[in-house]
């Protein structure tokens, strides 16, 4: 068997991929070859690590992990009565190391930034009629001139002016849902314009509209999200807002999203 081969079957045996018979004649090999048991514990260990490590730490996890084998002093019990020779052990540690760049440097899945660019997709406009008017009058009622104005910004790609429109509607507006959502859009203009922090904000104070209520958890968790991606120490307020989302009434396509998302950030946490 070959390097590639033995290394494949290693993986798939963790991976829980071989079949009854495969399984059976690997188990077999396991307790006759002292080395293939040092290579399976191996990747056992460095999965392990992967999944509970920083990068800082499981660089140091490796170190660690690579000094013992070289000692001899790996803390791997069921192998302790095994005399290995001393080869072996350079190739498990020459097999650590080529796992451990396969895994660091061609990581499994998409990146946070990559997913962030797919799931941040803003409405093309903001006003509603829905939003002031009653149903019987939806089809007649003029729409206002402000959120048309607004509309005109955020499609010609003015997010300042945009912004200050939206926060403009809010102040002025003394119908409740027409507020909430002048506060909703603005929110959602302030995270197109890389501003989480102000979007967060806007969102919040947005909370109780009728029309936006999932929309508000969407975009919420999206500028947790670009925080998370600024500064690490913000991942775990992200992954909440990403809990919250599978927990609201999303379209199918963000709740997928969000699995993405926090499959990402966890593994990069």
Do not use: C
Request: without cysteine; neutral net charge; aromatic residues 8%.
């Amino acid at each position: 068997m070959s390097p590639e081969e033995r290394t494949a079957q290693i993986e798939a045996w963790l991976d829980g991929t071989l079949d009854a018979e495969a399984r059976a004649a690997f188990a077999a090999s396991l307790r006759d070859d002292p080395a293939l048991a040092v290579e399976l514990a191996l990747h056992e260990r460095l999965r392990q690590a992967v999944r509970e490590k920083s990068a800082g730490d499981f660089r140091q996890q490796l170190d660690s992990l690579l000094g013992e084998h070289r000692a001899g002093t790996a803390r791997i019990p069921s192998l302790r009565r095994f005399w290995l020779p001393r080869y072996s052990w350079a190739l498990a540690a020459a097999l650590l190391l080529a796992v451990a760049a396969v895994w660091f440097w061609f990581p499994a899945g998409p990146a946070p930034e990559d997913l962030y660019a797919q799931a941040f997709q803003p409405p093309t406009r903001f006003y509603h009629r829905s939003v002031r008017h009653t149903a019987d009058s939806m089809a007649t009622a003029p729409a206002d001139p402000t959120w048309v104005r607004l509309d005109s910004a955020w499609a010609a790609a003015g997010r300042e002016q945009a912004l200050r429109l939206a926060l403009e509607i809010s102040r002025a507006e003394t119908d409740t849902q027409s507020r909430l959502a002048a506060l909703y859009a603005a929110g959602v203009i302030a995270l197109a314009d890389q501003q989480p922090e102000a979007a967060i904000l806007h969102l919040k104070n947005a909370e109780g509209s009728k029309l936006y209520r999932e929309e508000i958890v969407w975009y919420t968790a999206l500028a947790q999200v670009q925080l998370a991606l600024r500064d690490r120490e913000r991942t775990g307020a992200a992954i909440q807002a990403l809990e919250n989302v599978k927990k609201g009434s999303q379209p199918e396509e963000r709740y997928l999203m969000a699995e993405k998302l926090l499959e990402s950030l966890r593994r990069q946490r």
